[in-house]
C-alpha cells in the first residue's frame, strides 16, 4: 500500500507541470493589462509602464513563467497584484468558507441522493420509485442560482429562519452558531447534484440485489435491514463513491455561482473577483490549488475502494 501511495505522489509532479503550463498560459491570454485595471483609466502611460516593469509583466511571457515556477516549487504562489500579499494568504482567508460549504454541500447530496436511490430501488418500477425519480429529474433541471434566489426569498426574507448572506468566520468569533450562514448555500449546491448520485445509487442497488448472494442472505432469514445496508449497499458503493469523489471537486466550480449569490467570502467569489482584477498571481495560484486538491480526492478514493472492498488490493 505504502509503495502504491509513494508512486501516486510521485506521479503528482508532471501532472502539476502540465496544470501550471496550461493556467499560466490561459491567465495571460486573458485580454486586459493588470497595470491598467489597478490605475484606472486615467493613468498615463509612462505610469502603466512604470508599474508593469515593477510586477514584472514587461518580462517574456516564458520568463515570467519559470520565475513563477520556481517560486510555487517552493511553495511561493506570489504576491497578489490587487491586496499585495502572498497569494496563499488570500486563498487561506477564503478557504475557511469554501470548505465548510463543500462540507455541508456533501452532507446534503449525499444524505438525499444516497437515502433516495435506496429507497427507489427497493420498490422498483412502484409508484415511490415513480415518485421519486421524477423529483429526481426535477432537481436535476432547477437552476443553482435559481435554487438560491427563491430559498432566499422564502426562509430569509419571508419567513426570516436564516440569514441570507455573508459569513462571519468561525475561526475568528468562536462562534458555531455563524454555520446557520451556511445552510442555505449548501442546500441550493447540494440538492441540483444529489440528483445524479440518486438515479446512480438506484442503478447500483437493482444490480446488487439481484446477485445470487443477496437471495442466499435473505433465504437465511437475515433481517431484510442488514441485507440491504451491509450487504448490498456495500457491493454497490464503489461506483458511487467514485462520483461521489469526481462531484466534491465540482463542488469548487458550483461554489462559484453560490457564494457569490450568498456574497460569502470564499474562494469561488475569490476567483470571480481576480478574473475582473486581471489578478494573475491569485487565479494561477487557486487553479494550482483546486488541481491539487482533485489529484488528493482521486488518491483518497482509490484508498477507499480497499475498505469497502477487501478484495481490492494495491501493491
Known amino acids: 500500500m505504502l509503495t502504491y501511495v509513494v508512486r501516486r505522489l510521485i506521479a503528482f509532479i508532471p501532472s502539476l507541470f502540465v496544470v501550471a503550463i496550461v493556467a499560466f498560459s490561459l491567465m495571460h491570454f486573458i485580454p486586459g493589462d493588470p497595470?491598467?485595471?489597478?490605475?484606472?483609466?486615467?493613468?498615463?502611460?509612462?505610469?502603466?509602464?512604470?508599474?508593469?516593469?515593477?510586477?514584472?509583466?514587461?518580462?517574456?511571457?516564458?520568463?515570467?513563467?519559470?520565475?513563477?515556477?520556481?517560486?510555487?516549487?517552493?511553495?511561493?504562489?506570489?504576491?497578489?497584484?490587487?491586496?499585495?500579499?502572498?497569494?496563499?494568504?488570500?486563498?487561506?482567508?477564503?478557504?475557511?468558507?469554501?470548505?465548510?460549504?463543500?462540507?455541508?454541500?456533501?452532507?446534503?447530496?449525499?444524505?438525499?441522493?444516497?437515502?433516495?436511490?435506496?429507497?427507489?430501488?427497493?420498490?422498483?418500477?412502484?409508484?415511490?420509485?415513480?415518485?421519486?425519480?421524477?423529483?429526481?429529474?426535477?432537481?436535476?433541471?432547477?437552476?443553482?442560482?435559481?435554487?438560491?434566489?427563491?430559498?432566499?426569498?422564502?426562509?430569509?426574507?419571508?419567513?426570516?429562519?436564516?440569514?441570507?448572506?455573508?459569513?462571519?468566520?468561525?475561526?475568528?468569533?468562536?462562534?458555531?452558531?455563524?454555520?446557520?450562514?451556511?445552510?442555505?448555500?449548501?442546500?441550493?449546491?447540494?440538492?441540483?447534484?444529489?440528483?445524479?448520485?440518486?438515479?446512480?445509487?438506484?442503478?447500483s442497488m437493482l444490480d446488487v440485489l439481484s446477485a445470487d448472494y443477496i437471495t442466499v442472505a435473505r433465504g437465511k432469514g437475515l433481517p431484510y435491514r442488514t441485507v440491504i445496508l451491509k450487504h448490498a449497499l456495500r457491493n454497490a458503493a464503489i461506483p458511487v463513491v467514485t462520483v461521489l469523489a469526481l462531484t466534491t471537486v465540482g463542488l469548487v466550480s458550483g461554489a462559484v455561482v453560490t457564494e457569490t449569490v450568498f456574497a460569502l467570502p470564499g474562494v469561488g467569489r475569490l476567483v470571480v473577483e481576480s478574473v475582473l482584477r486581471r489578478d494573475y498571481p491569485v487565479i494561477q495560484g487557486i487553479l494550482l490549488v483546486v488541481a491539487i486538491l482533485y489529484m488528493v480526492v482521486n488518491l483518497a478514493t482509490d484508498l477507499l475502494y480497499s475498505v469497502i472492498d477487501p478484495r481490492i488490493r494495491y501493491g
Not at 509612462?46 to 519559470?66: A, E, M, S, W
Not at 455573508?166 to 448555500?185: A, M, Q, T
Open 35 to 203: 497595470a491598467s485595471v489597478m490605475l484606472g483609466p486615467d493613468a498615463s502611460i509612462n505610469q502603466i509602464d512604470n508599474l508593469r516593469t515593477k510586477l514584472g509583466l514587461d518580462k517574456p511571457i516564458y520568463v515570467q513563467f519559470c520565475i513563477w515556477l520556481t517560486r510555487a516549487g517552493r511553495g511561493d504562489l506570489g504576491d497578489s497584484v490587487y491586496f499585495h500579499e502572498p497569494v496563499l494568504k488570500i486563498i487561506g482567508m477564503g478557504a475557511e468558507t469554501s470548505i465548510l460549504l463543500m462540507v455541508f454541500s456533501m452532507i446534503v447530496l449525499t444524505g438525499i441522493g444516497v437515502s433516495t436511490g435506496i429507497i427507489a430501488a427497493i420498490r422498483p418500477n412502484g409508484w415511490l420509485d415513480q415518485l421519486l425519480r421524477t423529483l429526481s429529474l426535477l432537481a436535476a433541471s432547477i437552476p443553482t442560482f435559481w435554487l438560491a434566489l427563491n430559498m432566499m426569498l422564502l426562509f430569509a426574507s419571508t419567513l426570516g429562519w436564516l440569514p441570507s448572506s455573508g459569513f462571519p468566520s468561525i475561526i475568528e468569533s468562536k462562534d458555531l452558531s455563524n454555520l446557520r450562514y451556511l445552510v442555505l448555500p449548501a442546500f441550493a449546491l447540494g440538492f441540483p447534484n444529489s440528483a445524479f448520485i440518486a438515479r446512480l445509487t438506484r442503478s
